[in-house]
């Protein structure tokens, strides 16, 4: 699982950096960005269906480019991820759970700006687990059992802006998992399978510094 994950890390490389079609004799440019806001997330298989784990996401991010219509982009950010199963009180239902996965993630993405006033990009998404947490019963977090996450989690991300002036955006960002975060515990339970995958939406706003 590494060396696919190096492999996907070497092709987002050769996609995002800038070709040699472009014009070198142009200054590259830097621009410096703050980012915060929040996360709501979901794990594909765990049977639960919805973006219903909300948490905290917050980073700084380098614009690196030649021409105001493209450049490369390269963050690090704070992201709670995970899933939370809300109950159906009305049906008698008052099971839930919630499972927190904290991740330092580090996009790479090429952008493109169609009008100056907003942006978008794609790219490949290397997460470093930080932490794993579960909560069955209401009593807070506590470290996760039974399931062990993979060190890092291989994705990819679609980003989208847009700037209401010179210095502030907002920005949203889908990433999925590209490959599984968990090989299927020795005793699986209902919720798990052999393709648990986090999946993010992250609201941002971002604040430009140069």
Not at 31 to 41: D, K, M, N
Not at 69 to 94: A, E, H, L, M
């Amino acid at each position: 699982m590494v060396r696919i994950g190096l492999a996907l890390t070497i092709l987002g490389l050769a996609f995002v950096l800038p070709s040699g079609s472009q014009a070198q004799d142009d200054p590259l440019r830097f621009t410096a960005r703050l980012h915060g806001g929040f996360s709501a997330t979901q794990v594909h298989g765990d049977q639960i269906s919805g973006f219903n784990k909300f948490g905290l996401s917050a980073g700084a991010s380098l614009d690196i480019r030649r021409t105001p219509r493209q450049g490369v982009q390269w963050g690090i950010f704070y992201t709670q991820k995970g899933s939370r199963r809300v109950p159906d009180t009305k049906n008698g239902d008052f099971n839930s759970w919630r499972y927190r996965f904290t991740y330092i993630d580090l996009p790479l993405t090429k952008v493109w700006n169609p009008d100056p006033t907003w942006w978008w990009g794609i790219g490949l998404q290397p997460s470093l687990l930080v932490s794993g947490e579960e909560d069955f019963y209401g009593n807070g977090y506590s470290e996760l059992t039974y399931l062990e996450l993979n060190p890092i989690d291989w994705g990819g991300v679609l980003q989208a802006g847009y700037a209401w002036d010179e210095r502030k955006a907002i920005e949203v960002r889908l990433t999925q998992s590209l490959l599984p975060i968990s090989e299927r515990p020795d005793q699986p339970v209902q919720r798990w399978d052999n393709f648990m995958m986090n999946m993010a939406l992250q609201w941002l706003i971002t604040w430009k510094l140069g």
